[in-house]
Structures are given as structure tokens and as C-alpha cells.
Nanobody, 126 residues
Framework: QVQLVESGGGLVQAGGSLRLSCAASGRTFSSYAMGWFRQAPGKEREFVAAISWSGGDTYYADSVKGRFTISRDNAKNTVYLQMNSLKPEDTAVYYC???????????????????WGQGTQVTVSS
């Protein structure tokens, strides 16, 4: 089992940057594929980015490709989401998620993940 805690959210102007962190507990973090999702008010939770257990494979939603970068440091049990060129439509609560026995790559559906953090708010002002 793994527990996830996100941090790094906040208020930023359009065009700015933020880096989200997701700290995981447990000794088997390096065995989990990780993902970032977001949910805006009144909308469904949507996939943002995913990274394989080794960090060798990454995948992005078209809406963030070229602007966001997912990475992980297995020695620190942490996954990151670097967000650049932020837009007002990026405003949402951002969640990190973990899956141990991934059934397909990339895992794009929130139902494919086993563990979730509590979320961190990102607000981008125009």
C-alpha cells in the first residue's frame, strides 16, 4: 500500500509556472506507475500525464503536451509535474495517483489507478 501527498499548488498568472510534487510513503514506490489527473469544478476528472515505474516512459494529454513535464525520483519517493506556460483552463484540483499492477500503458482512466492523493489546487488567473 502507498499513501500519496501532493504539494506545490497555488495561484499563478497566465504564462507562469508551477511545480507540483507528490510524496509517497512505502518502500515499494519504485514499483508503481504514477499519474497526474485534474478536476475542474463541474467537470469530470481528466488525465494529465503518466510515468512508468522506471521513469523511462512518459505520456501526456494533448492539452498539456509541450508545456508540462512529469518526472520521478525513486530515491526520494516523489513524482513531479512541472507546469509551464500555464493557461486559465489549467485551473483545477490536481491529483497524483499510483498503480502497482498496470494492465496497459499508458493508463489513461482514473479507474485504472489504485491509490490517490488528496489533491492540490492550481488556479491560473488571466
Amino acid at each position: 500500500q502507498v499513501q500519496l501527498v501532493e504539494s506545490g499548488g497555488g495561484l499563478v498568472q497566465a504564462g507562469g509556472s508551477l511545480r507540483l510534487s507528490c510524496a509517497a510513503s512505502g518502500r515499494t514506490f519504485s514499483s508503481y506507475a504514477m499519474g497526474w489527473f485534474r478536476q475542474a469544478p463541474g467537470k469530470e476528472r481528466e488525465f494529465v500525464a503518466a510515468i512508468s515505474w522506471s521513469g523511462g516512459d512518459t505520456y501526456y494529454a494533448d492539452s498539456v503536451k509541450g508545456r508540462f513535464t512529469i518526472s520521478r525520483d525513486n530515491a526520494k519517493n516523489t513524482v513531479y509535474l512541472q507546469m509551464n506556460s500555464l493557461k486559465p483552463e489549467d485551473t483545477a484540483v490536481y491529483y497524483c495517483a499510483a498503480v502497482l499492477n498496470i494492465r496497459r500503458w499508458p493508463a489513461l482512466q482514473h479507474t485504472e489507478y489504485d491509490y490517490w492523493g488528496q489533491g492540490t489546487q492550481v488556479t491560473v488567473s488571466s
